[in-house]
């Protein structure tokens, strides 16, 4: 890029938050037109906090952006949007009762944009991009109608509906599977063959080193490094991003002890039927013992939500039984299984699993409510505390209000408080997507002692199948609502797993 002048330039920024938390110390680094770059880091590192400063959420404490070597000063996001720099969160930030091309004119009229020429202009821009993907975008739906993904989709036509330079993802596409956080690449390579600029979030190393032309990396609120692709490696990147405690990642089976002789969770022939009428579960048969920890394998959208849902009493099962600890619970609803001690880590913890006005401490005393509507505000303060302590939880405090925290740290929170509640059994899917790899492993290792210690049964579901290797005793697979196995996690091949998912 040599000579090249930035198309976004960050330098000397600092920022920090009440109680001395020091987000970003003097960071400085550059975005260059027609390129992608990975922001990497860990939970915490101060990657949120930065792409807030370049979309005017933020105000830095020191420090200045350059936007085509002008200095540029954000109070709000629309000071950064008429800058060409557009942010995609993990949330949507649509309103659901409009349509999609409603949605989109607000973005526009927000520039001063509107009438006729606008929703023509949208026309061709949502055909032009379904186009390059080939994904069709319906732009007379409603809202609250589309996927998550293609909410998702929404907000990057959005972005280049604003005439953005840079769009940048903060964990966008976490929550997404492969395939689908593939059609979201192919868009940014096509984004960057017209010049646009990209600065994409993830904890995927592997998937940041195939798209991305620089990977930046930020530890504890400093600049780690800046590697091309070229010169960039895993290894150099988890050096980087973790220094000495890159040792701890780990992809190795952790050890296990038999379970015990006795059923935990048992689902016989279940069945569950979506909106449309599909069987998105086909006659499901899993049993899970106590101590021991099943894990079911998949590519997303093979029924495993859905499954998992049902044993918690989410979604109603159109037929067959499911038991925990001996007891029938079909259809008997959530507060009932829950009461039985089940912990449950919902698949996208953000909105299903924190209420995120609420402080840290206000979060976790939602165990203590039990029966009664008392709860025991000083035990819960210690074991907040305690949890906060054990998951490196960042923030000032327990009073901390959850939704300033970051991604990775509510996960921790909601982690570590469904563990604590796991009386008898713990249900999660997805358990460590949002964390990066060395709270991945100590999130695993702590589930796999609780099995063993305490002999909780554990039912999770994950797309990524190191996870599951890794933490499993006994691996089922389900494909298009079907459930494949039981296959013992010590003796099963990876190959046949990776057919039953796809074939
Ligand atoms: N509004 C806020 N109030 C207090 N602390 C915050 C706020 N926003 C972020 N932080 C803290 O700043 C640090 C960096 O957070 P963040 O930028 O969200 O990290 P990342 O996105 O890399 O996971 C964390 O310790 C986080 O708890
Ligand atoms: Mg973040």
Same mark, same amino acid.
């Given at each position: 890029m040599g000579s090249e002048k930035p198309l976004v330039s960050v330098r000397n920024i600092s920022k920090s938050f009440p109680g001395g938390i020091v987000a970003l110390d003097k960071v400085s680094f550059d975005v260059y037109r027609g390129e992608i770059v990975a922001l990497l880091g860990e939970n915490g590192a101060g990657k949120s906090t930065i792409v807030k400063i370049l979309y005017g959420i933020y105000f830095p404490d020191e420090g200045e952006v350059y936007v085509d070597s002008r200095k540029a000063v954000f109070y709000n996001p629309l000071d950064a949007i008429r800058s060409g720099i557009v942010m995609v969160s993990q949330i949507p930030q649509l309103i659901d009762r409009l349509t999609v091309r409603e949605n989109l004119a607000i973005g526009l009229r927000l520039l001063g944009l509107s009438g006729l020429s606008s929703t023509s202009r949208i026309d061709e821009k949502a055909r032009k991009v379904s186009e390059e993907i080939g994904m069709r975008i319906d732009l007379n739906a409603k809202t609250w109608r589309l996927t998550y993904t293609q909410k998702q989709m929404v907000e990057i036509l959005r972005a280049f509906l604003l005439n953005a330079k840079l769009v940048m993802l903060d964990e966008a596409l976490t929550y997404l599977p492969l395939e689908e956080r593939r059609r979201f690449y192919v868009i940014l390579e096509a984004f960057k063959k017209n010049g646009g600029s990209s600065l994409v979030i993830t904890h995927k190393i592997t998937e940041a080193l195939e798209i991305a032309d620089r990977i930046i990396v930020l530890r504890r609120? *400093?600049?780690?490094?800046?590697?091309?692709?070229?010169?960039?490696?895993?290894?150099?990147? *988890?050096?980087?991003?973790?220094?000495?405690?890159?040792?701890?990642?780990?992809?190795?089976?952790?050890?296990?002890?038999?379970?015990?002789?006795?059923?935990?969770?048992?689902?016989?022939?279940?069945?569950?039927?979506?909106?449309?009428?599909r069987r998105v579960v086909d006659g499901a048969r899993i049993s899970v013992r106590k101590g021991e920890v099943v894990g079911i394998a998949g590519v997303a959208g093979s029924g495993q939500k859905e499954?998992?849902?049902?044993?918690?009493?989410?979604?109603?099962?159109?037929?067959? *039984?499911?038991?925990?600890?001996?007891?029938?619970?079909?259809?008997?609803?959530?507060?009932?299984?829950?009461?039985?001690?089940?912990g449950y880590i919902p698949d996208i913890p953000l909105r299903h699993g924190v209420s995120s006005d609420n402080t840290i401490l206000e979060n976790m005393a939602a165990l203590f409510q039990r029966d009664k509507m008392l709860i025991e505000w000083e035990k819960a303060r210690e074991l907040t505390v305690e949890i906060m302590k054990r998951y490196q939880v960042l923030a000032r405090n327990e009073e901390t209000p959850v939704k300033v925290l970051s991604g990775g740290n509510i996960m921790k929170v909601i982690v570590g408080r469904e563990l604590e509640y796991s009386r008898s059994a713990l249900v999660a899917y997805n358990p460590t997507r949002a964390l990066d790899e060395v709270t991945a492993v100590t999130v695993r290792r702590v589930i796999k002692a609780k099995a063993i210690n305490e002999k909780i049964g554990v039912l999770f579901a994950s797309e990524d199948l190191d996870e599951v290797f890794q933490l499993s005793d006994t691996i089922y697979v389900m494909n298009s609502g079907r459930v494949y196995g039981p296959f013992n996690a010590e003796t099963a091949r990876r190959e046949e797993i990776e057919h039953l998912m796809v074939m």
């Open positions: 609120g *400093r600049l780690s490094g800046v590697l091309s692709r070229e010169e960039a490696s895993i290894e150099k990147v *988890r050096e980087l991003m973790f220094g000495e405690e890159a040792g701890k990642i780990t992809y190795e089976r952790l050890p296990s002890s038999p379970p015990l002789d006795q059923q935990c969770i048992t689902v016989e022939d279940l069945v569950v039927v979506d909106e449309y009428g499954l998992l849902q049902a044993v918690v009493g989410l979604v109603k099962a159109s037929s067959g *039984r499911i038991t925990v600890l001996g007891r029938d619970v079909t259809n008997k609803g959530v507060d009932h299984v829950r009461r039985l001690g089940v």
